[in-house]
């Protein structure tokens, strides 16, 4: 079984930078929107057919996401920027007028894929870690979650339910940190004793050498 990790924050709270230290040789980075990282990255290089190497793929199609982490050899996964995964499928649709079922379908549809690409995460071979890295949105009571579309996925589903660990990228007194315990007004969570501070370094490559000890994985 994999260890899925899902990783919210707002934008420019260093969900992105948090990659800054992994091996990209044992990382698959699956961007939904093709953009530059925000770190000097020249180890980090596009998957291109034909030519050996590559380890950024940039798809926001769900079946090709759940196709490409099933696929790779690499032992570390990252999915960036999750919600345009759903935010993507949402706007595409926005000119085909859909009403009454067919609107309420293409909700379901975008809940299923993002349902599909969590499930997937947990599924993979044992060792395997999957960070989904994805925004977040605060409701009227000041509670703070992953970014959704649609109530399927908020009432139904709740994506932080399907993975037991939830961290949240924070900046305090000008540092960019991992929150790892509940504020109360938001979902972060991680498993008893795996990290011994509220607030860790924005270093994801620390976070999942922490995984791999607390779970017995082998690098």
Known sequence: MSIATLIIGESGTGKSTSLRNLDP??????????????????DWKPIVKGS???????????????????????????VD?????LANEFMRRVTDNETGNGAFAKYNEIARK??????????LAEGK????????????????????????LDEKIVLEGLVTIVLRTLKIN?????????SGSDTTKSPLGLFDQDHI???????DTAVCEYYGITN
Not at 57 to 71: K, P, Q, R
Not at 114 to 123: H, K, L, P
Not at 201 to 207: I, K, P, Q, W
């Open 129 to 152: 870690r999957v960070y989904i890295l994805s925004h977040t949105s605060t409701d009227e009571i000041g509670k703070t979650k992953i970014k959704t579309i649609g109530k399927l």
């Open 174 to 182: 000008d540092q960019y940190v991992f929150s790892t315990q509940n």
């Open 201 to 207: 370094e924005n270093d994801l490559a620390a976070v």
């Open 114 to 123: 993002a349902w599909d690409i969590f499930m997937q995460a947990s599924n």
């Open 81 to 85: 920027d999750f919600q345009y995964i």
């Open 52 to 78: 050996p190497g590559g380890n950024v793929y940039v798809t926001d199609d769900s079946a090709t996401i759940v196709h490409a982490m099933g696929a790779t050899k690499k032992p570390i996964i990252i």
């Open 25 to 42: 040789a044992q990382t698959l980075l699956i961007q939904a929107v093709k953009k530059p990282l925000p770190f000097r990255s020249p």
